[in-house]
């Protein structure tokens, strides 16, 4: 997994390539800090460049939608396609995070 961000602006975008797999789980907890310690009050998570997600990818979104809300903020997704699209689908995250 790979992320861009300025961490400026507001909303604050936050472009995620590549996987998203339980062997991300440090990386992605550096994000989720992050993004909690942002000024921003909502975050978009761009998703179009993620090529696959697992269970513990969508638990990590799950837990940075928690750290976030607990810090006043909102979390969306966007650019959901292929596998990534499916397995969210499954999940019904979208009862958590808002997609657009």
Do not use: C, W
């Not at 790979?2 to 909303?11: L, N, Q």
């Not at 997704?77 to 596998?83: A, I, N, V, Y």
């Amino acid at each position: 997994m790979e992320y861009r961000s300025e961490f400026a602006g507001d909303p604050l975008v936050v472009d995620i390539e590549g996987v998203l797999t339980f062997d991300d789980h440090e990386r992605f907890r550096e994000l989720a800090t992050a993004i909690a310690d942002a000024g921003a009050a909502t975050v978009v998570l761009d998703l179009s460049g993620l090529t696959m997600i697992d269970s513990a990818g969508i638990g990590m979104l799950i837990m940075t939608n928690d750290r976030a809300a607990k810090r006043g903020k909102t979390l969306r997704l966007r650019g959901l396609k292929g596998q990534v699209a499916k397995v969210v689908e499954l999940s019904r995250i979208e009862q958590l995070i808002p997609i657009d």
